[in-house]
């Protein structure tokens, strides 16, 4: 199962559009949602980054996807990247 990490803060309308297409993926994906403003050291990391996405596994963080993406286009770049940086990781 693909574990991912969003950071995120109230009001993002970016990280909202992608927190919505993420529960549209199929099979369903586990996805912890951070809220940025909860911590200072999230909010100093992330404070211009948001949405952040990072792969709980590896804990490396995603590429940005577009917020044009349909659903099927980032379970398909979801796929594809976290299948070449888990490769990576056993190098």
Known sequence: ???LILYSKPGCHLCE????KLT???PPIQLEVRDIT?????FA???YE??????????????RPSPRASVAQLQQS??????????????
């Open 24 to 26: 549209q993926i199929q």
């Open 17 to 20: 559009g992608l927190q919505e």
């Open 50 to 63: 948001i949405p952040v996405l990072v792969d709980a596994a590896t804990e490396l963080t995603l590429p």
């Open 78 to 91: 979801l796929q594809k990247y976290l299948s070449e940086s888990r490769q990576n990781e056993t190098k």
């Open 1 to 3: 199962m693909i574990q």
């Open 38 to 42: 909860s911590r200072a050291d999230w």
């Open 45 to 47: 990391a992330y404070e």
